[in-house]
């Protein structure tokens, strides 16, 4: 490596290691580069939302071109370079036939340029390129130490990702954003609302403290009086979630938490400053707390503390909003999110959201586009700014400007027209053009799920998530409880079939009162079937249940992360064992299956699918341990693809041997929720398909259009062609658009 090549990478390092600024750190890249490489002009483009590439930094062009050029990817040479994820290197760069003027760069002076994508993980972040006056080639050692760089300037824009936006010279109409969690699915596009933390009491001390418990007693009557309305409310679609709602009533009713607040009061404190201070004490509380489950339930206690402020004082608990409007909020209790519903909320983002709070799965159940996260989002927003917030691609856009925003109008437009479209296969079965049946089916947790079925024409719940219930209910529900809730789903599924699976406890499905061990790896440790099984207990009331709640009928039950065929041997003893006690009080008939989504099982078949009445694959764990790749880390999504030669080549082999022996097996998960996965599963010979409840009219059109045993001939040529990389994508959806197959 040439010494000045090593100089310049000894600094590059430096600054690496520097937290400095975003904005300031790229900036000081370009002027080392610039110097390090003798090169008048050195300029970093960064990728952003709706792929644009944006000048962030530059050494040598105006500096006022700075934040305001922006080339499309494909667009100019720069474009060219990120869209074909190659380096160009351009004597004469201004006649070339992609060359893109830009006036404010100041950059007709140079004419040799040298544009190196900057790639990380198979994405291109941006463009890194320098430039010279005088017509000249780079040579390939120039070239190789810039693409040096840009893998060190790549490192620089991961570590910065989400918090570099802000800090960017950028003036305030200019785009914004910021990475998030996608919660629940969607996108939505409007005014954004910032949601103030608490109501903050204006009369804070009262001489008469008898009239203030008085108050105090009035307004938390009131307030549990407008709680039980609100769960009535015919506004709600389908039924109220109930075992969110039935825990945050308990919170409301908690009577810890109500002694606290007379106390308060008889410290001499007004009704509600009372409520604010034993709002801050609990918050302080709470955050101390290691137990995450038990953290997010702040947001319960602000949710009422501000619901009692509100009515002491006569202040709307929240703002007054057109519809059509997205929610940033730190925390938010269930209960003002079933209110924003109400009113027409579009979209929601909470920067302590996380996958379990009950807002969350409110959102989730009620199909509103939601972002947990987005760090540095709130303090940097003004309520009014226009914003698209994008579930899908997980993040947060303040001010989209005119194409992007122009881009991102279309696609909701458009998928309100393919919604209203899709409508239509409510009541078609899903039949492809050459007649096979594949049953579609949907997963569900909540009571709330049920009504998917009927909306969107599903055969079945191919998946109900019991630990779903537990979750939302703050902790294990008693054995009446439990066994009126799968009575209610098997009622409601009426003679579609349900597979209910056993809990699925541990891992990321943290439930309170289950002790747990410290595990480096909690998704591959003491979790769903292992657990269950240690603890026999819990086990057994749970099957009790589900076999009380299926008397009468036919009950499918199934057991989660089965590793081995005695795992499975093991939990079916259970079951016939309680099947025995319960007797004549329980289903007419049973049949017990075994999630395969650990790898080990596939090379068990023979003795599983002997045994087993039926397999479910579950197309989210299987590919995290298949690829050993943690599903929820967002660095690794997107880098190895459901759609690939060893994830379908395993699905063959088990749909075949499923076939063999006479054993149905389907696939649940998230994976079938996308058309083309759940045409590729159906053409490797799986025959039901389990997936997001909103998925189900996209994957029955895509179905309905398919010649699926055309499409069988041409995946399995497909899939011997080593050529095909290891992702099938984009061939297979060459294939669709060809064959006028809708997959968006
Ligand atoms: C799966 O892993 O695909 C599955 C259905 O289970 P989970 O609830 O873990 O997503
Ligand atoms: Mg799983």
New binding site residues.
Partial sequence: MPSATRQLLGSLRLLLADRGAPAERLAELARLVAAGMVAEVCSVYVMRPGEILELWATEGLRSGAVGHTRLRVGEGIVGTAAASATSLNLADAQNHPAFAYRAETGEDAFASMLCVPVRRAGRVMGVLVVQNREPRQYAEEEVETLETVAMLLAEMLAADAGAAAPALPLDAALPRHFEGAGLSPGIALGPIHVRGLALVPTRLLADDPKAEHARMDAAIAAMRADLEALLKAPRLSGEAPREVLETFRLIAGDSGWITRLHEAVAAGLAAEAAVSRVMGETARRMRALSDAYLRERLADFDDLGNRLIARLTGAAPNGQFAPGYILAARRLGPAELLEHHARGIAGLMIEEGTATAHATIVARALDIPMLGGCRGALASISSGEIAVLDADQGRLILHPEGELEAGYRATIAARLVRRAGLAAFRTRAAISADGERIQVMI?AGLALDLAALDQVGADGIG?F?T?VAFLARGGLPDAHAEQALYARVLEAAGDKPVLF?TL?AG?D?LLPGIERAEEENPAMGWRSIRLSLDRPALFRRQLRAMLRAGRGRCLRVMF??VATVEEFRAGRRLLAEEAQRVGPDGPDRLLVGA?L?VPALAWQLGPLLAEADFV?????????FLFAAD?GSPQLSGRYDFLSAPMLALLEQVAAAGRAAGTPVGL????ASHPLEALAVAAVGIQGV?MAPAAVPAVKAALVATDLSQFRAFLSGLRQNEAAGASLRPAITAWARDHGVPFE
């Fill in positions: 997963n998946l998530r630990e699976r699925d891992g499905k989660p992360m999630m989504e479910s694959i579950g197309s989210n764990d299987l590919a995290q599903r649940c998960g998230e994976a389990s």
